[in-house]
């Protein structure tokens, strides 16, 4: 099998510009701007300043021709250039701040029974990033059933010079999980409950086998191993997890994946004394580069900021279009005239959520950019948008009929009465407005608010969100779904920024008492 995305050695000699794109003329101002709101009524939101679902859908689909957006590929440097470029054209003042990484390309993967001699190519549904890799050819040893991978199943076996096998199940979590933290949620026609069954791909990094397993099996002297994934071969396939790796992090244990079915398929061949032929080929590139997108927009106090985030890298049409809600915000906020802008609006996109060899992508971000987070006093994160949901279930992968349930995560202060109106104005049904757990919750706008940054986060989980196979599942895209989502991001946007900071800053509270925020100066 062949992964998608290009070669390093196709790397484009624009992959990180070290000087300011230049601004263009920005669009056409309105007569007046959006009104505020308030606590119980939702800001105004001009919703033919936002790009229309057509325009969405061009954006969506010119990020997934690129390939998958890999951390330090060209493909991202690409959509880097993409972005960097539609900024400037709506005005705004454009750096990329150029970073150095290691990255593996990883090219082709393949997986053989062998029994009594014979050789029967098996599918494979993905790899184990920086897991490790083979030579040409792969490896070949008897295959061994390690169970659940745990150390337990360690202990009971000679593992040495072998390919080990062991199951990973998916978490058995419900909404639950939301609903702990939850000061809101719409859903009108009832179709959640705390006992709805939320078992999702897209969490699977946080089981035990794609936290240790592999470490486990290397130390146990296994050559190999394979993880039979608790899903079927349609959402099994192209899974790009444990997404937070890079190389520094191998096991130098080539892994790869397989669906249940061929999973159990393999284990049933262990009693006839079967061997595998692993393969897992990279392409290493120490010297890559990539780089964070800045552009700032002047607002009418230059001594206070809002944020826009997101990451950039991804391998899948909703990982990360997030890029799309920040670009269409800037886009939006560009359009009106700067007396409506209180704060000077500062968009951050980038990389580091698939690579954490350079410090994170946001807690990256705050650590190198210490004097903006200073002056910052609120932000706005977006990730996953227009989704809907698809089960994993007895019949098969298949969409439910419903959208993804959708989380707007958010600072325990008046922030969250600002989500929740926003949520209501439009009608953004399976929709939670929720507390942090603490200082964090899900998502890349957290660490902003364990910086004490006033934040608004919103985030999406579904089953293909790591997935780079079919398209990047890009045909599976709502495009109104994801207007509405970013329409309900410019009415927060709006309401922050109208809001005091002395408002906006009441009840923050920071993890970095030594890290100053524009609520902890």
Known sequence: TSSPGTTP???SASASASVPVEATTPPAEPVACPEPGDLTTAAEVLADRLPDQALLEIWQRRMVERGPRFTGSPALAAWHDFLAEELASYGLSVERDPMSLEWWHHHDYSLTLIVDGVETPIPVASFYPYSGYTADGGVVGPLADAGAGLPQDFLLGDFSNKVVIYEEDQLPLTLALLYSTTSYVHDPDNTMTPATPYRRASVSFLTPQEQTSVGLARTAGAIAAIVSYDASAENAAGQYTPFLTNPADSQGLPTLYVDR???????AAIADGAQVRLELLVERDPD?????????????????????????DGTSASQENGTLGILALARYFASLPQQCRQRTMTFVMMPGHFHNGFGGDTAGFINRYPELIGRSVASLTMEHLGQPEWLDDEQGFHPSGEYEPGVWYGTDNVVQALMTAAVQAEDLRRVFVNRPIGVIYFGVGSPL??????NASYITGPNMMLSFAENQHVEKVDYARMAAEIRSAARIATAMDATSTEVLCAGVRSQSPTTPSGCFP
């Open 449 to 454: 608010n364990a910086a004490g940054v006033p």
């Open 261 to 267: 079915a061929t999973g159990d398929q393999l284990k």
């Open 9 to 11: 050695a196709a790397r």
């Open 288 to 312: 890559a580069e990539t780089d964070i997108v800045i552009a700032t927009l002047p607002g009418t106090n230059p001594d206070e900021v809002m944020l826009f985030n997101t990451h950039t």
